[in-house]
């Protein structure tokens, strides 16, 4: 079946610095989603990526869907504390089933 | 309603009892998902109905876990026997169709004594 790797496991930034989470495929992707799930919360959607190159944009947040679709990456600016939890990315197995990362843990150093 | 909303939200049993973890999703949402998802880890696909259709059960652990939906809105996750290794945060979603983004519910923390 279908897997995904994510990394790193964790990240430690200050505030205001970058943050990116990479997701990788042996095999060619359909389409690839991407979760922000806040500690002690529940996943939330963030977008969906499905054409071979895609960038997309969302404030400080810049998502890109590799030319050959087996690799994402999600990249932050300027970190803020809002931006703490974990991000997952999410590919497809089937019509309905979704394959999860393991996530990367991003943490705010004090 | 509002969300995906489940219930209990904290369920506490001892090890050789059954547990019925329910799940509401939003409404005229189609597609409904049970995960299960260890701490620090993604959520595991469970089980996924298709209206009141359970489409895909290749996800649940062993014969002790079972679901239904037989209304094709709220669904129930049973697990028979209960063992002290089902503790887990269990999660459910839905979505318009199978294609598009999945709501998640605030999960329900199963504890097995």
């Known amino acids: 079946g279908q897997q995904v790797m994510q990394i790193p496991q964790y990240q430690h930034v200050q505030e205001g610095e970058d943050f990116t989470t990479y997701c990788n495929s042996s095999?060619?992707?359909?389409?690839i989603q991407w979760y922000k799930q806040r500690p002690g919360g529940h996943p939330v959607f963030l977008i969906q990526?499905?054409?071979s190159g895609e960038v997309k944009k969302q404030k400080r947040l810049t998502f890109q869907f590799g030319e050959a679709k087996k690799n994402s990456s999600l990249h932050i600016t300027a970190t803020q504390t809002t931006d703490v939890g974990t991000y997952f990315c999410a590919v497809r197995e089937s019509n309905y089933q979704l394959i999860w990362g393991a996530g990367t843990k991003l943490i705010i150093k004090p | 309603g509002a969300g995906v909303s489940q219930s209990p939200r904290y369920k506490v049993t001892k090890r050789g009892q059954d547990v019925a973890l329910r799940c509401d999703p939003i409404?005229?949402?189609?597609?409904l998902y049970w995960y299960r998802q260890a701490l620090g880890q993604g959520p595991e696909f469970l089980t996924y109905f298709n209206y009141e259709a359970q489409q895909d059960k290749s996800g649940l652990p062993n014969d002790r876990f079972s679901a239904e939906r037989p209304e094709g809105s709220i669904s129930t996750l049973t697990i028979q026997r209960t063992e002290q290794r089902d503790s887990a945060m269990y999660r459910c979603a839905s979505s318009w169709g199978g294609l598009d983004e999945q709501f998640f519910g605030p999960g329900t923390r199963l504890t097995v004594l």
């Open positions: 990526l499905v054409k």
């Open positions: 409404s005229g949402h189609v597609s």
């Open positions: 095999t060619t992707l359909s389409n």
